[in-house]
């Protein structure tokens, strides 16, 4: 892949993105408004209640008295200059506690894809070379059990055990607020903040990398260019590695870019159970406040953060396999 390819490639792919970001961004406009409620409903509803002149007055103040394309209009205008609006529950620009909050979610999604990914695509190898044996059993009933527990199960229940009954992990949090870690033991102690919620995360899809490699695994040693190889006096390990590995893993690698919006969605469950400041729980705490711009700012950062990740995966499919152009 030359440079140049590259970055003519990337460019499509961009401006092709922008439609789609847009058609995103006013379809959940659309269904947001058509939901009961909005930020003025929230914001009485925690003063206690309010008298009818306060609310028109409160409804004026922050558009909500407009038409509904008007207030469509104005908000992808300001979207347009990536301004996400003000929070009304945080009293902070949007912009600001995405960009703290965005952190903790890429360090739980980057962890646990890849572990999943790592992990998954080993024990695959693993099973399909030792095909209907005991330990292709073993790492298929494993995988199963990790595809059949649902990840908010799997948090509970790892949180009685490692840290309610053992007290070797933190219940939840991000850090020790009381402990003032700095340096090597700030670290540590973020590392041991994010065992438990980047295993219940990782665990189910790794379940699924586990299982589609171990098809495909069986499947390409098959072919007959592997056959080939084989007659030619090739030993296993480079057979493995670079006839059958290289070609399996490309329905892995477009599942993998297919998955991360899904891990968008699951992050939402794993940070509230273990209370991680990250834009899952930013978004549920949204959805129950009403505070619209926030959620809006938070599905336009996640959509730009899918278009990244599956131009990535395009490029890692054209480097796997030399038949595919970036054209």
């Not at 739980?108 to 894809?113: A, D, R």
């Not at 041991?192 to 699924?208: E, G, K, N």
């Not at 695994?217 to 090739?234: C, I, P």
Request: proline fraction near 3%; glycine fraction near 8%.
């Amino acid at each position: 892949m030359q440079l140049t390819q590259v970055l003519t490639y990337a460019m499509r792919r961009l401006l092709q993105a922008v439609p789609v970001v847009i058609l995103i961004m006013v379809g959940t406009f659309l269904l947001l408004k058509l939901a009961p409620g909005d930020t003025v409903d929230a914001l009485v509803g925690d003063m206690g209640g309010a008298d009818a002149a306060y609310i028109a007055r409160l409804r004026a103040e922050y558009g909500l008295d407009q038409p509904v394309w008007v207030q469509l209009g104005r908000y992808m205008a300001k979207l347009i200059q990536f301004d996400f609006g003000w929070s009304f529950v945080y009293e902070q620009p949007v912009s600001a506690i995405l960009w703290e909050r965005l952190g903790t979610t890429l360090m739980l999604m980057g962890t646990s894809l890849s572990l999943a990914f790592s992990i998954g695509v080993g024990l695959g190898a693993i099973a399909a070379r030792r095909a209907y044996s005991l330990t292709d059993n073993a790492i298929s009933t494993l995988g199963l059990v990790f595809y059949a527990t649902p990840s908010f199960f799997l948090s509970l229940m790892m949180i009685l055990l490692f840290s309610v009954k053992l007290g070797w992990l933190p219940v939840g949090g991000l850090t020790d607020v009381a402990a003032f870690y700095t340096g090597w033991d700030h670290v540590l102690d973020v590392v041991l903040h994010l065992i438990m919620p980047t295993a219940a995360l990782s665990l189910i899809y790794l379940s699924f990398y586990l299982r589609l490699m171990r098809a495909s695994v069986l499947e390409v040693a098959d072919l007959d260019f592997v056959r080939t190889a084989r007659a030619k006096g090739a030993g296993e390990t480079r057979l493995m590695v670079h006839h059958i590995m290289r070609n399996a893993l490309l329905p892995v690698v477009t599942l993998l870019g297919l998955q991360f919006s899904t891990v968008l969605g699951g992050s939402v469950v794993v940070e509230t159970i273990f209370a991680l400041p990250g834009l899952g729980q930013l978004a549920y705490q949204s959805v129950i406040q009403r505070d619209m711009n926030m959620l809006m700012g938070i599905i336009f950062l996640c959509a730009i953060i899918v278009v990244i990740v599956n131009f990535l995966t395009d490029l890692l499919y054209a480097r796997l396999d030399s038949r595919i152009a970036l054209k």
